[in-house]
């Protein structure tokens, strides 16, 4: 999967070439680019701002330099095209489901905004070239794009074939979706079995599988219901 990041930060993607998606990169299951978005401007101060149409509060993300960007990173009759992503408070929820579904693509470019954010018209013009994704990591402000970027990115890589030494673990996870997902984690432990008084629940110890799944799955429901009773709607 070919992976393109567009922001005026760029060192804030830095952790993409650590653990698990920095082995992927060296071993070639991902190809990872990180641009600087003032790349694609040609004034003294590099601008990549403006005042907003209409007034208010903030600064909105000039549409040229995007434009621009996208020209030299898609050029035009680039075929297969990549999906953009726009994190954005704005966007649909950003779940499991959807980094499954952007896992099966097989390149992402993600547009990182700031600011009030980003002038409409490039996801406008966007969405005439290539599919785009406005997603949202949940119901919070962050500062801009690039956290929420670095958190899709990593969900969907380890869905990636020959991502995990271990794929099996994926099919115990919570979120997941399809048959028997929805479901919180169970508690997990390991040793010692003692620790500053507080033991390991008996049931792991016994090497009793049915007895240990039945207790996870107890554990999966009580946490849920506590936790994410939507989840069980
Ligand atoms: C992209 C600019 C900051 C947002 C004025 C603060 C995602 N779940 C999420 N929360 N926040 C974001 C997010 C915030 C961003 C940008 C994503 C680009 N900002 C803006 C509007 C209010 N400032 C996000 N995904």
Request: glycine fraction near 12%; charge should be negative.
């Amino acid at each position: 999967m070919r992976i393109d990041v567009v922001s005026i930060f760029p060192d804030y993607l830095a952790p993409l070439g650590l653990s698990l998606v920095g082995r992927a990169r060296e071993s070639g299951l991902l190809d990872v680019r990180v641009h600087d978005l003032r790349a694609w401007t040609h004034d003294r101060h590099r601008t990549v701002d403006d005042t907003p149409y209409g007034g208010g509060a903030g600064m909105v993300m000039r549409p040229e330099p995007w434009g621009e960007a996208l020209d030299a990173l898609v050029p035009e009759g680039t075929d297969p095209g990549p999906t953009m992503v726009v994190p954005t408070p704005a966007g649909r929820p950003f779940t499991q489901a959807v980094a499954e579904r952007l896992a099966e693509r097989p390149w992402l470019l993600f547009a990182c905004g700031r600011y009030e954010g980003i002038d409409q018209r490039v996801v406008d013009h966007a969405a005439t070239r290539m599919p785009v994704e406005e997603l949202s990591l949940g119901d919070y402000v962050l500062g801009g794009g690039e956290v929420a970027s670095l958190v899709i990115v990593e969900a969907v890589a380890r869905l990636l074939p020959g991502f995990l030494g271990n794929p099996d673990s994926l099919d115990v996870e919570s979120h997941r979706t399809g048959e028997g997902g929805g479901l919180l984690e169970h508690p997990v432990y390991t040793k010692p079995a003692s620790w500053r008084g507080l033991d390991v629940p008996e049931v792991l110890l016994s090497g009793h599988h049915g007895n240990v799944e039945a207790w996870r799955r107890e554990q999966q429901l009580r946490r849920t219901r506590e936790r994410r009773p939507d989840l069980l709607s």
